[in-house]
């Protein structure tokens, strides 16, 4: 009897998955997935410092680049806009957020960081960077290096993805 192949293989099509790839050669132990979701537990556990949810955090950190309405708050985090509207109330009731009308057309609602949530939003930067500093202490100077270039490069990833999303659909 001849098995056939995984179905994994054949959606690759034989070639090595993708990511082994993004591992650079290195073993498996969980893939990069599992690294990543490791590592928003982690930013979560720094959140609780200053009693955002990571959906919070989030939201603040893209009004901190502008006000935005709650549509385009919603494409920007890749949530719904019911989403949006039920995680803005919350932080609009702490004082991070304000609701104004757009200048010009009252109608449109804008969502802006106020000065509190300014405050909130760097006390969290500070908190995240704090824990991800204990773990980073536990790898080689050159490792820490690229541990720390290679987010950044993930970072500017993210935001390339982010743009050419919302420019296609703005």
Do not use: C
């Not at 179905?7 to 990511?19: K, Q, V």
């Not at 080689?140 to 993210?158: E, F, I, Q, T, V």
């Amino acid at each position: 009897m001849t098995s056939e192949p995984s179905r994994s293989a054949s959606l690759r099509g034989g070639e090595p998955s993708r990511s082994a790839s993004l591992r650079g050669g290195e073993p498996n132990h969980g893939g990069a997935a599992r690294v990543v979701a490791r590592l928003a537990k982690q930013v979560e556990l720094a959140l609780n410092e200053v009693d955002l949810s990571l959906a919070q955090y989030r939201l603040i950190g893209n009004l901190a680049d502008g006000p935005w309405q709650a549509s385009e708050l919603a494409e920007r985090l890749i949530v719904s806009r019911p989403s949006v509207t039920a995680l803005a109330d919350g932080l609009v009731e702490r004082g991070l957020i304000a609701r104004s009308g757009a200048d010009g057309d009252r109608r449109r609602v804008m969502h802006v960081l106020t000065d509190d949530g300014r405050k909130v939003l760097q006390g969290a930067d500070e908190a995240i960077d704090r824990r991800l500093a204990t773990f980073a202490e536990l790898i080689s100077d050159p490792d820490r290096s690229r541990a720390y270039k290679g987010l950044h490069a993930w970072g500017k990833a993210l935001d390339r993805r982010r743009d050419a999303v919302v420019s296609k659909t703005g």
